[in-house]
């Protein structure tokens, strides 16, 4: 048996039949044809909670590797091992001046997971700048490769967490990166940020530097203070029962999406219910991040859970709102 506390952020103890360090495709597809176990693929561990024991062998992505394959005049094909470290490849991309996941600086885990929940921050997607996927599929044990359709991406959703779910392992990500970085620094405390420090034409380090500035002053540091981000997705709901919503909360914020939906963000549903800082032993809501939950020290991934559905019957019984999480529950 291995304990998995060390790989995973929310910092919770849970043990795994054993654990691999997969270092190449080579490496993974021998494993798999001359194995019959079931089998768990964990990179990062940012975006999972461990409510029990996993009774499979982990396969731990560990796949590095960034290499050119081709430009064009306006974008350079760049493909990254699923094992990279996300924060890196943003950084790999900014040193080569290569646009387009700047505004994604910091964001905790690997290449590999990025496409799972499409991962998203400050204005931009993954979507936006995927081009394909190579991985392998853990059924027929043979090598598979996803275009951006075949994905289906949305709002923190993807094929791989809808019918493609546990079937397949992201060996590598090919990016469409912008040769000429468009700069995306509408969101709000971007621009702000920017303002203060007296930059009026920013570059792509300039947006990255203000993100990390950003996400450092709101979200809990994992290193420090266990969690794994959102845990519920921002809900989106018609226009309809927006209208019915917004007479009674005027002052609640909210998107229009491009749909005719509305999405309301889950952290003041959250706080407006009363839950922003309050905690049961080590369990607890963020005082800071009201989205965030958190594990003090030694919470158990059901805490986590039993804390997570108090929230949802209180939001839900309050605005007629189900929250739904974006954690990945184990
Ligand atoms: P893991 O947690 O290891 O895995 C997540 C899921 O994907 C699991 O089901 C796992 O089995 C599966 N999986 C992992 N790797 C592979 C693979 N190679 N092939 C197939 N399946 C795989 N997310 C955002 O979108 N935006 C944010 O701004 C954001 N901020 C965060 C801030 C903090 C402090 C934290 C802790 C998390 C945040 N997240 C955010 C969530 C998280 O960082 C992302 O979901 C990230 O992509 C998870 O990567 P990982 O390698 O840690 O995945
Ligand atoms: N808010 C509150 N109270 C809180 C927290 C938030 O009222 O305690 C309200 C505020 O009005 C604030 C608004 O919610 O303006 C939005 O908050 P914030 O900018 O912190 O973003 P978020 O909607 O909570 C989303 C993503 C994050 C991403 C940020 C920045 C989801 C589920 N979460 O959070 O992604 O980093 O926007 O783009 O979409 C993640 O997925 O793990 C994650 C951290």
Redesign the pocket.
Known sequence: MVDLLPYNTFGIRAAARDLLHIRSDQQLLEFLQSNCEPVFILGGGS?ILLTRDVDAVVLHNEIKGIEVLSESDETTLVRAGGGEVWHEFVEWAISHNLGGVENLSL?PGTVGAAPI?N?????AELKDVFHSLEAVNLEDKKPAVFSKNQCEFG??ESYFKKAGKGKFFITSVTFALQKIPVINAN???IRKILTDRGVSHPNIKDVSDAVIE??RS??PDPKLLGN???????PEISAEIFSVFSEKYPEA?HYHLENGDVKI????L???SGW?GRRFGDAGC?E?????LVNYGNATGQEIVDLAIRIQQDVKEKFGILLSP??NWI
């Open positions: 975006n964001i929940q991962i998203g921050a400050y204005g709002y923190r969101y709000g405390d950003i996400r709101k979200l794994a981000g959102s845990f519920f997705k921002n914020p963000p889950a952290g003041w959250i706080e407006q922003k963020h800071k991040q009201a989205l965030v974006e954690v």
